[in-house]
């Protein structure tokens, strides 16, 4: 059974924006080991792979049904791409199992989550 579904599609410029403005952008979206994975990749990898986890946190919010805000925020979920390149996600907010695809443009990020019932 699907307890929720959420897509979101998030401009890829934005976010390189908001990361060369605001110092603490990166800290806010990524979680430390979201952090620590996306270090290793060089500038353009980097931005599209902080993109991909705002949009994924953007999905997980609708699929939980609040949005981000008081009970989703940004440090709520990881998602680390496992040794293949596939995204995983881990979460406390949900004991069921969360399904996530990515996929990119050149402008823009597109994330689907599901979570299981
Ligand atoms: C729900 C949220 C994720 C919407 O994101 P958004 O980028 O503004 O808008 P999107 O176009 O991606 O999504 C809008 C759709 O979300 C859906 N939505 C709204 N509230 C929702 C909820 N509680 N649960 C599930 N879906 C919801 C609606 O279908 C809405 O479409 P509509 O406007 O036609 O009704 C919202 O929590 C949000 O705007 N978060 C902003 C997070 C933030 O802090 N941004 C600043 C960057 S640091």
Do not use: W
Not at 80 to 104: A, C, M, Q, R, Y
Request: glycine letters at 6%; one cysteine or more; hydrophobic letters at 40%.
């Amino acid at each position: 059974m699907i307890k929720g579904i959420g897509v979101d599609i998030t401009e890829i410029a934005r976010v390189k924006e908001m990361m060369e403005n605001h110092d603490q952008f990166i800290d806010r979206i990524l979680t430390p080991a979201e952090k620590k994975q996306c270090e290793a990749f060089a500038d353009k990898r980097k931005v599209e792979y902080l993109a991909a986890r705002f949009s994924a946190k953007e999905s997980f919010s609708k699929a939980y049904g609040t949005g981000i805000g008081k009970e989703v925020s940004f440090q709520d979920l990881s998602v680390i791409d496992n040794e293949l390149g596939k995204p995983i996600v881990t979460t406390d907010k949900v004991t069921s199992p969360v399904h996530i695809s990515i996929s990119h443009t050149e402008d823009l990020v597109f994330t689907q989550i599901i979570i299981e019932e």
